[in-house]
């Protein structure tokens, strides 16, 4: 089950991982009450399963309430690759000194966990898979032996990220290594995972997916799931009880 970015900041919240406050509006008016909440400048993002939303104009900075609403109605309804935004995330506008990039995930073909972390956050990591491949750190994890904080701050050391943060930087992937792990999730991916001006760790956005086989554990993710599904399909196999991926074609 893939989550929205407001949805999986609330599994990291829950588990330890600090992000951004914030609220969740589906129309205009909810979305300035949530920014007057939040007070301004805010950050109006779209909610959709799908990368690209900064480039597909669905991601808005707003100095007060005109702003906001202005923003709320051009990116409510708006098709980003397939997905149409039907609800919004406000947050306080972020203080970004420099953007990583940090994910975990499970190694199948290994049978293990595998941990990348990046000094090269805030763009597609495939992009930067591809022109720059050592610019991402690699670590494999042994489900039986987890992450150490030692190990997590080679990590983020081998990554390149900067010295002053990489006991923080070590505290935090430990701290999502639990999240994903303690969570039953398949894949956690901040990007970015930023530094404030004030040289404090946030982990700006989040993607999370988890693992259907582990639901009955958590009836926290009820919620979640009936949200909203983005393939009619899947929502049908779902209601059976059955795993199912659609693939394109007839």
Wanted: aromatic content about 6%; glycine content about 10%.
């Amino acid at each position: 089950m893939d989550l929205f970015e407001y949805q999986g900041k609330q599994f990291l919240s829950r588990l330890g991982v600090t992000v951004p406050h914030g609220a969740v509006a589906d129309e205009p008016d909810h979305a300035v009450s949530a920014a007057e909440s939040l007070g301004y400048p805010v950050a109006v993002k779209a909610q959709v399963r799908v990368g690209g939303r900064g480039k597909a104009g669905g991601i808005r900075l707003a100095h007060d309430s005109s702003e906001v609403r202005a923003a709320a109605e051009a990116i409510l309804g708006l098709d980003i690759r397939g997905h149409v935004v039907r609800r919004l995330w406000l947050e306080g506008a972020a203080d970004v000194a420099e953007e990583y990039y940090a994910s975990f995930t499970v190694d199948r073909a290994n049978r293990r966990y595998l941990g990348m972390v990046s000094a090269r956050g805030g763009v597609d990591i495939e992009e930067v898979a591809a022109t720059d491949p050592e610019a991402i750190s690699r670590l494999p994890i042994s489900p039986g032996e987890g992450l150490t904080t030692d190990a997590a701050r080679r990590l983020a050391e081998d990554a390149g990220l900067a010295l002053d943060v990489l006991d923080q930087a070590a505290g935090m992937l430990v701290d999502l290594f639990r999240a994903f792990t303690e969570g039953d999730a398949e894949l956690v991916e901040v990007n970015p995972l930023i530094v404030t001006g004030e040289r404090r760790l946030v982990a700006l956005d989040a993607k999370v997916s988890l693992d259907d086989s582990a639901r009955f554990r958590h009836p926290e993710w009820e919620a979640w799931a009936t949200a909203e599904w983005h393939d009619e399909r899947e929502r049908r196999a779902r209601e059976r009880g059955l795993n199912y991926v659609g693939l394109s074609g007839t």
